[in-house]
């Protein structure tokens, strides 16, 4: 499948710790990226690869894999993590790129 | 610092074409590929293709084999998104996003233009 499977919303107390998964056949031969989307805003990249931050990023921003998933996690979410995030990666067949369908963060 | 500016919004008619520029500034800009992504309203992104900015591959999505095509010009450091045929369903917001990749493994889009909003309405 060059499908990427995400839930479509999640929800965190302030200050809690939230992880938003990623499914995908195409996780177990290539990492993850992943994309912070805000209303109105493009994209942002947040975290990619086994374990890589771009500089800018809070480090309550982590990522992991195993198998055919891949995780963002936000440790002590604040009220400016609320937005939609997107997975990437290259697809099965190593031709093309696919996006999660996304899921919406909600900090309560 | 690295940018890339998109051309300004567009309303179409069905059956037209568009053309979305992308100018990158910032990088050496025949060192990295460059993607397309959209987003219809209220959607997720949707990846639309890729090209060698300094020039020769080029990916486009299935989906829009055919419609789509990506052009790159050294001179003003600039790639370009034209999409024919258009119809309803291709009212989006379109953006360019660098590419990065490391060891075959992973791929990373890093930044991402500003996007640029694309009607399509008779």
């Known amino acids: 499948s060059s499908e990427l499977t995400q839930d479509p919303a999640v929800s965190v107390a302030l200050g809690q710790t939230v992880r938003i998964t990623c499914q995908g056949d195409?996780?177990?031969?290539?990492?993850a990226s992943w994309y912070q989307q805000k209303p109105g805003q493009a994209p942002v990249l947040v975290f990619y690869?086994?374990?890589n931050r771009p500089s800018g990023i809070p480090d309550r921003f982590s990522g992991s894999s195993s198998g055919n998933t891949a995780s963002l996690t936000v440790t002590g979410a604040q009220a400016e993590d609320e937005a939609d995030y997107y997975c990437?990666?290259?697809?099965?067949?190593?031709?093309?790129?696919?996006f999660g369908g996304g899921t919406k963060l909600t900090v309560l | 610092q690295v940018q890339l500016v998109q051309s300004g919004a567009e309303v179409k008619k069905p059956g037209a074409s568009v053309k979305v520029s992308c100018k990158a500034s910032?990088?050496?800009?025949?060192?990295?590929?460059m993607h397309w992504v959209r987003q219809a309203p209220g959607q997720g992104l949707e990846w639309m293709g890729v090209?060698?900015?300094?020039?020769?591959?080029?990916i486009y999505a299935q989906k829009f084999q055919g419609r789509v095509t990506l052009t790159s010009d050294t001179s003003t450091s600039t790639v370009y998104m034209d999409l024919s045929s258009l119809r309803s369903e291709d009212t989006a917001v379109y953006y360019c996003?660098?590419?990065?990749?490391?060891?075959?493994?992973?791929?990373?889009?890093?930044?991402w233009g500003q996007g640029t909003l694309v009607t399509v309405s008779s």
């Open positions: 996003a660098r590419d990065f990749s490391w060891n075959e493994k992973c791929w990373w889009f890093d930044p």
């Open positions: 910032g990088y050496t800009f025949t060192s990295h590929y």
């Open positions: 090209i060698n900015a300094g020039g020769g591959s080029i």
């Open positions: 195409s996780l177990r031969s290539f990492y």
């Open positions: 690869g086994e374990n």
């Open positions: 990437n990666s290259r697809d099965i067949s190593a031709y093309h790129w696919v």
